[in-house]
Every structure is written in structure tokens, then in C-alpha cells.
């Protein structure tokens, strides 16, 4: 078909007008944003350790925002609640995202029927703090380190067990990496509440176990149990002399643990900024900071390009321990 010339300019006038009103609306919002108050949906029950951390950096956040955060608790089905109300919100900043890694890494292995894409219905903006994890270990355990586990658990063999907070979690990833990295056999045993293996630790029902260093710590401290190792990427204060997982085993690698923010996905870049920007102001700023580090969490803050490359790392971190641990998917 043969195209008259002159109708070249009103062609090219006609498609940067199309073009132009499919991006207008997201100009508008990142123009006037924001103009109205911004929701965090979250799986975090009310009351509850995550729900404290993001009342504390939503406070901050809409500080610096010129609009107050809200929350929005909507748990259930395992973080896919809050997840697919996001991913269904508009792209404008309006409804964020606060979640555990559940969705956008570990459940992508564990369901069955995962059509979730966090990279396609979400956009990372940043994590924004992990919770300080210890492994723990009765009083009588004859090792003192990973090392000295690692030596007993080979000259008795699928005699130990360890506690974690449940199949697929944090804990259980982490145990099931140190099994395969160190080429040794120790049962697992899923709880469903951390308060309660730490009562069997104590109380010699079970000899070891994963567990936030929060409810741990009197423990510890009174010597009713011991410490082993910090299962995150530096050491703790209150035990600078412990060392970390990743020290103690060489190849280790630390799943996910911490806690992110998303957004719908296709967010506007403008939009992704601003958010991001003015939520590390909030995670930098020295009282928000002391009250996330009081409630045992240790702030992070990547970008956004960095978040997502991590949470992809993740994702085939999680895929390898799985398949090497033979984990069933749970749904």
C-alpha cells in the first residue's frame, strides 16, 4: 500500500497524541503526589511484631510524605490476601504494600497453583527491616558453635532435631541449607507459635532450634539456653562474640527474612521516587531507627533496582534448597 507523504506529519501528530493521553494519567498522578493520604496494606495481624515495625515507619514516612500512612491489615492466605488487593490497586502511590518475603519469594516454590508474578502485579520499592534470628540450643548439647554441631550431628545422625516456625519459613529454609551445605541429617520439626519451642529448648524436649532474638534473649540471658550463631548478615551488640551463620558455614547464604514495600504493579517512576525516597528518610531517621531496633529488627534500605536483584537471588536460593530438601509445597 503506497502512503501519501502528506499525511506523514498528521500520522505522526496522531500517534504522539495517543501515545501522550496513555501516559497522562500517570503524569497526573505524579505531579500532584501525594494529594490525599497513602495506604500500607499488610498480612500482619494487629498487634503483632510486623504490625508494630510498620506503624513505627509509617509514622515517619508520612512525616516526610505531607500525608499520613495508613494501615491496613488484611491477613490471610498466607500474605496472598494483602498481595492481590495491591496488585489490584491503581499504580498512582495511594495503596502500598508491607510484606514478609512469602509472596514474592518463598511462595513462588511452595503453592501448587503460583501464578503470582511479584515482578509483573508488584513493584519493589525497598526492604525495610530483617528481625535479628539466632539459633538456639538446650544447655546440656555438647557444641558450643555451628562447627562443633556440625561434628556431632555427623557422629550421630538423624539423632538431633531442630524447631523452626513452620514449613517453608525463614527458619526452616535456613535450617535445611546448613543440612545440605554441611552434608548432615537433623530432623525438623515445625511449631506454630516461636514461644513454644523456646519453652521445649529450655525445658529439653527438642535440643535446638531457629528463633527471633527478641523472646530468645532472657532465655539466653539467664543461661536456660545458649547461642550458637546470628542467622543474619552481621553480628548482634547484646553478642558480638557469636558469630553469624554465613561466618561459620562457607557457601551459606541467608534466605529471606526481612520485611519489604511493594507497589502495584507498573508503578510511575516519579511516583517510585518519591516513595522511596522519603521511606529511607523515615528508616534513617535516628527515633524511628531506635524504636525499630528496640522491637529486634535491623533497618535496611536498598533501592529499588537492588531490592528487586535480591529478591530474584532469593527466589533461586529458595528454588535450589527445595528441591535438594525434597519440601512439598504446603497448598
Do not use: C
Request: no cysteine.
Amino acid at each position: 500500500m503506497k502512503i501519501n507523504s502528506r499525511r506523514m506529519p498528521v500520522l505522526a501528530a496522531a500517534m504522539a497524541a495517543a501515545s501522550a493521553a496513555t501516559l497522562a494519567p500517570q503524569a497526573v498522578w505524579a505531579q500532584g503526589f501525594p494529594a490525599k493520604p497513602v495506604r500500607m496494606v499488610t498480612e500482619f495481624v494487629a498487634g503483632s511484631g510486623g504490625d508494630a515495625l510498620l506503624r513505627v515507619l509509617v509514622a515517619g514516612m508520612g512525616t516526610h510524605l505531607g500525608q499520613p500512612v495508613i494501615i491496613e491489615n488484611r491477613a490471610g492466605g498466607g500474605g496472598m490476601v494483602a498481595a492481590e488487593a495491591v496488585s489490584r490497586a491503581a499504580p498512582d502511590g495511594y495503596t502500598l504494600l508491607g510484606a514478609t518475603p512469602n509472596v514474592p519469594v518463598v511462595r513462588v516454590h511452595m503453592a501448587k497453583n503460583h501464578t503470582f508474578n511479584p515482578f509483573r502485579d508488584l513493584t519493589p520499592i525497598t526492604d525495610l527491616a530483617e528481625p535479628a534470628i539466632v539459633i538456639i540450643a538446650h544447655p546440656s548439647l555438647p557444641a558450643n558453635n555451628l562447627k562443633e554441631l556440625i561434628e556431632l550431628a555427623k557422629r550421630e545422625p538423624g539423632k538431633l532435631s531442630y524447631a523452626s516456625s513452620g514449613i517453608g519459613s525463614t527458619h526452616h529454609l535456613s535450617g535445611e541449607q546448613i543440612k545440605m551445605l554441611a552434608a548432615i541429617n537433623i530432623v525438623h520439626v515445625p511449631y506454630k507459635a516461636l514461644a513454644d519451642s523456646i519453652r521445649d529448648v529450655v525445658s529439653g524436649v527438642i535440643p535446638l532450634a531457629f528463633n527471633l532474638s527478641g523472646p530468645a534473649s532472657p532465655m539466653i540471658k539467664a543461661g536456660k539456653i545458649k547461642l550458637l550463631a546470628i542467622n543474619n548478615a552481621r553480628r548482634l551488640p547484646a553478642w558480638p562474640e557469636v558469630m553469624t551463620t554465613v561466618e561459620q558455614i562457607p557457601g551459606y547464604e541467608l534466605p529471606p527474612s526481612g520485611t519489604g514495600l511493594f507497589g502495584p504493579g507498573n508503578l510511575p517512576a516519579e511516583i517510585l521516587k518519591r516513595v522511596h525516597g522519603d521511606t529511607i528518610k523515615a528508616l534513617n531517621d535516628p527515633e524511628v531507627k531506635a524504636k525499630i531496633n528496640a522491637g529486634g529488627f535491623n533497618t535496611l534500605g536498598r533501592t529499588p533496582d537492588e531490592f528487586a536483584a535480591l529478591l530474584k537471588r532469593q527466589i533461586d536460593l529458595v528454588g535450589r534448597i527445595v528441591k535438594t530438601a525434597g519440601i512439598q509445597p504446603t497448598e
